[in-house]
């Protein structure tokens, strides 16, 4: 389209990102932060230099095409009123994907394409950056920024999410829940799935397979549910886990 491409990441991104990106001819900017500063950065330069800013939850195109996962569920099920599954686990950083879903459900709804019935909407984060599971266990309608935000699984290091509020509504109307989880068990996850599915999964998706204990045994789960995990990138994309989970 002959659009110039403008991007702030954090300088500890995975590489491979920053080599599509180089590739695409993108102009990148790293970053001494995490991805709320970069998303800061933007901001001031489009807000400065007159850019379109991409920012999550700035424009409404990415909300208004994560409804299409929302849209498949529906379709892959045979619409109607059981197409969509009881619970949908979902890897949660700015939020766009449970927030997308929710609204794609309930305009199907108002369509006549699905019944009332709808999925308990699950937020997955990590233990080292879980604001949005902060908050929904003390009940705020907005989630305090993370401090020291530390985790492997990158796209959902996000200490501050903008439309913290739109995902926490979504969780409590769908009578769902929130749930964070290790490293260490996301890693034990990511080598599960591969060896037990064949998907090499990113951090993220297998954070999604390594909430799935946590919630049986809270009790939010019983086994005979009609579950999806949403496993929202490769793990390729990332540096390889440790040898010995290999």
Not at 95 to 110: D, H, R, S, Y
Not at 179 to 199: H, K, P, R, Y
Request: hydrophobic share 40%; aromatic share 6%.
């Amino acid at each position: 389209a002959g659009i110039k491409a403008h991007i702030a990441v954090p300088r500890d991104v995975p590489p491979v990102n920053l080599v599509e990106m180089r590739m695409s001819g993108a102009d990148i900017l790293l970053v001494d932060g995490l991805i709320d500063e970069a998303g800061r950065v933007i901001h001031g330069q489009a807000t400065e230099r007159g850019w379109f800013e991409l920012n999550t939850l700035r424009e409404p195109c990415r909300q208004e095409g994560k409804k299409t996962l929302g849209f498949e569920l529906a379709e892959q099920g045979g619409w109607g009123d059981r197409c969509l599954p009881e619970v949908i686990v979902f890897p949660t950083g700015g939020g766009t994907g449970i927030v997308g879903m929710w609204k794609a459900f309930e305009e199907l709804g108002q369509l006549g394409w699905i019944g009332p019935r709808r999925p308990k909407m699950v937020v997955v984060q990590s233990t080292g950056c879980a604001p949005l599971v902060r908050a929904f266990e003390q009940g705020a309608d907005h989630a305090d920024p993370w401090q020291g935000a530390t985790t492997i699984a990158a796209g959902i290091r996000v200490p501050s999410a903008i439309g913290d509020y739109l995902v926490l509504k979504a969780v409590r109307e769908s009578r769902g829940t929130a749930v964070a989880v290790s490293d260490d068990q996301i890693l034990a996850a990511q080598s599960a799935m591969a060896s037990e599915t064949g998907i090499y999964a990113s951090p993220e998706g297998a954070a999604t397979w390594a909430a799935l204990k946590p919630l049986r045994q809270r009790g939010f789960l019983t086994g005979d549910e009609d579950v999806v995990l949403f496993s929202t990138g490769i793990g390729i994309k990332y540096e390889p886990p440790p040898q010995s989970l290999i």
